[in-house]
């Protein structure tokens, strides 16, 4: 964590980021394009990973052999789970309002889950590892993605908009829980509710017991997305104010 390697890789995610801006800056490209193409990149993203973390393991019986994917790299991730959405975006949603509850959820998520990704890299800032770049690529494209939404106005965030976006990531998190129970044998950590992402952090640590590093979590979960959203919601309400609404 913030090696030279970490710093490289830091300065790749922000060139992508700032790509993706400037490429819709300049030719103002439109939704349908932005969200096939994020479907394009979380597809490749999940191609090179697998090809990555698929095990080949060798069982007492043929039914016990075979190759499979670690528990711990299933998409279940704040940042993985994107994909899910993408794919009903793209493929299946097809009220406006559905579109909009969704793409609102996605754009804090998105800005919070991929720049502490890219912070606190849990997959390690290797030069010779396909994943590593795979790593910080897509968590780069998330974040300009998420800038996208809010200017290109695709999005209106509001004070409804914040405590929707609140109560559904807690009930995200609840269902981390319960999936981490499910898959403790393989020490999975998805959306980091069981154990911090990394050892030594200063306040996301089990120095007080699991339960108190739970509140901690939700606590800067919803610091975080209160200060994510709160500058857009007064920007709105001076618009609104302006033109008399």
């Given at each position: 964590m913030f090696t030279m390697s970490h710093f490289v890789f830091l300065a790749i995610s922000?060139?992508?980021?700032?790509?993706?801006?400037?490429?819709?800056?300049?030719f103002k490209f439109s939704y349908d394009t932005n969200i096939k193409a994020l479907l394009v990149v979380g597809i490749l993203s999940e191609i090179i990973k697998l090809s990555d973390v698929i095990v080949y393991k060798i069982g007492e019986t043929f039914e016990t052999t075979g190759g499979y994917v670690e528990p711990e790299s299933l998409p279940f991730h704040l940042c993985t789970i994107q994909i899910f959405f993408v794919f009903a975006l793209v493929f299946f949603i097809k009220s406006e309002?559905?579109?909009?509850?969704?793409?609102?959820?996605m754009f804090p998520?998105?800005?919070?889950?991929?720049?502490?990704?890219?912070?606190?890299?849990?997959?390690g800032t290797e030069f010779n590892e396909l994943r590593t770049y795979q790593y910080f690529m897509y968590h780069g494209y998330l974040?300009?993605?998420?800038?996208?939404?809010?200017?290109?106005?695709?999005?209106?965030?509001?004070?409804?908009?914040?405590?929707?976006?609140?109560?559904?990531?807690?009930?995200?998190?609840?269902?981390?829980?319960y999936l981490n129970g499910i898959m403790q044998y393989a020490h999975t950590n998805f959306m980091f509710v069981s154990r911090p992402p990394i050892d030594g952090l200063p306040i996301l640590n089990l120095n007080q017991g699991w339960h108190m590093y739970y509140l901690k979590?939700?606590?800067?979960?919803?610091?975080?997305?209160?200060?994510?959203?709160?500058?857009?919601i007064l920007h709105n309400k001076k618009i609104a104010k302006k033109v008399g609404l």
């Open positions: 922000i060139v992508v980021i700032f790509l993706v801006i400037f490429l819709n800056h300049k309002k559905a579109k909009q509850v969704i793409l609102e959820f998520t998105m800005c919070i889950g991929a720049a502490l990704a890219l912070l606190i890299p849990t997959d974040v300009g993605f998420a800038v996208y939404l809010v200017m290109s106005k695709t999005i209106l965030i509001t004070w409804k908009t914040l405590f929707r976006n609140t109560a559904i990531l807690f009930v995200f998190s609840i269902i981390a829980i979590l939700v606590l800067i979960g919803v610091i975080l997305l209160f200060a994510i959203h709160f500058p857009f």
